[in-house]
């Protein structure tokens, strides 16, 4: 089977093209822009496979997609190319309309004309699996807002509610994915994932912003009070889930994919601080205070900051539909996952230098002018 894949360069990306690649049979055709989120270093370890092909492409570019179509000849589609940083499109939402929605569009279609033409095996075997995000449903209550034992999942039937332009610019290209099908019969998946950690994440992200800046002797922003609570998945256990669903998932369908791992924001940033603490501690590295005295623990450096603007309270995921049809479930906890991604940064900070060497230095984004 040859996959393309878009946005293979990225975080989730490229765990997915690695899978494929060393754990499969299958060929991959990588489709990526290379924006400042994507890396071809993530891909070194598989890039010499004569299974493996790259195309530097831009999806919204109508074109250069048909050609692609006509020379590679992909059995399935697998479309993860995105804008995918929440303050990033609080700050500049023009490029999450293009590439999220106007992007999405052109590869539908490109995959609409290129689907039609082919013989009946081939297009029975056809998938167009739309990856996407636990966000385009908005938040649910938080454990303080309530009194209720029972704290309510994100299911499959949950409406959309996306509160920020990069969950209502995703919403907008899942509506589109589901449209193909009803309208075209384009045979579709989709899946909403949680929040991925793990290696090769972009500095950007709160897991590994914490681990780098800590490192560093930087301060460790956590936004408001660090009581919002995320979901959290290692990514290799997202790119399992996504290759079951592709190959196992019923056509039409859509399935929510979670690691019952609800953590709020400063707990996590607190896990890593002890798990720093134990395998790197400041003293062995020299890291001192800002008042030039030994950090001691690196929570020391932990500093809160303004709210985000619209900040989602909490999401989790009910990811039961994937355990009882495809019989998945995540490999890793949150322990083990985040012990694995600390060691990772530290022996990798070559990638880390590399992939920030460009116009991002971890400074805050997404606040809006005259905010406080
Ligand atoms: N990171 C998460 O926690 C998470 C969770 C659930 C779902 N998702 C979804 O999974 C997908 C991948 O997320 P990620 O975290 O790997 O994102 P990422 O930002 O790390 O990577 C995105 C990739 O897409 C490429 N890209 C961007 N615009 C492009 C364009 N116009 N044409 C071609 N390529 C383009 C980038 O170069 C990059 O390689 C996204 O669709 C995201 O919405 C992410």
Known sequence: MKVLVTGGAGFIGSALVRYIISSTPHSVVNVDKLTYAGNLE????????????FEHVDICNYKELERIF???????????????????????????????????????EVC?????????DKKSLFRFHHISTDEVYGDLPHPS???????????????????????????????????????????????????????????EKLIPLVILNALEGKELPVYGKGDQIRDWLFVEDHARALYKVLTEGKIGE???????????????????CSILDEIAPSEARNIKSKEGKPLGSYSSLIKYVTDRPGHDRRY????????????????????TGLRKTVQWYLDNQEWCENVQ????QRERLG??????
């Open 42 to 53: 993530s891909l070194d370890c598989i890039a010499s496979d004569k299974r493996y092909a």
């Open 70 to 108: 006509v020379s590679h000849k992909p059995d399935v589609v697998m479309h993860l190319a995105a804008e995918s940083h929440v303050d990033r499109s609080i700050t500049g939402p023009a490029e999450f309309i293009q590439t999220n929605i106007v992007g999405t569009y052109n590869l539908l």
């Open 112 to 120: 609409r004309q290129y689907w039609s033409q082919l013989d009946t």
């Open 145 to 203: 807002e309530v009194n209720d034992e029972k704290l309510p999942l994100f299911t499959e039937e949950t409406p959309y509610a996306p509160s920020s332009p990069y969950s209502a610019s995703k919403a907008s290209s899942d509506h589109l994915v589901r449209a193909w099908m009803r309208t075209y019969g384009l045979p579709t998946l989709i899946t909403n994932c949680s929040n991925n950690y793990g290696p090769y994440h972009f500095p």
């Open 254 to 272: 859509t399935y929510n994919i979670g690691g019952h791992n609800e953590k709020q924001n400063i707990e996590v940033v607190k896990t890593i």
């Open 316 to 335: 989790a995921i009910d990811a039961s539909k994937m355990s009882t049809e495809l019989n998945w479930q995540p490999v890793e906890t949150f322990e």
């Open 357 to 360: 060497s460009g116009s991002y």
């Open 367 to 372: 606040e809006l002018k005259g905010s406080n």
